[in-house]
């Protein structure tokens, strides 16, 4: 199984985009997502300069519906 990018979560919130997730609103330095086909959200945590814990990224990925190779896809633009 591939690794896991190890990135800001800025990056993350990029690439949940990318996989058909939109930005609802942010609230603090959370960002939160949506998408057209559940009712379900994700909360993903945007601090300057800090890495996005490999733990909290598997949840958002699981949460999302997503296999960890779906979202590399996504996070690396195929």
């Known amino acids: 199984m591939p690794r ?8 993350h919130v990029s690439a949940f985009k990318v ?21 379900i959200h994700l909360s993903i945590p945007v601090h300057k300069n800090k890495t996005l814990g490999v733990g909290l990224l598997k949840k958002l990925i699981n949460k999302a519906g997503m296999t960890n190779e779906e ?6 633009g195929k």
Do not use: C, M, T
Not at 19 to 35: D, K, M, P, R, T
């Open 19 to 39: 996989a058909g997730w939109q930005v609802n609103h942010i609230e603090g330095s959370h960002y939160i997502l949506i998408n057209d086909y559940s009712e």
């Open 71 to 76: 979202y590399l896809k996504h996070f690396h």
């Open 4 to 11: 896991l990018p190890r990135a800001s979560g800025d990056k």
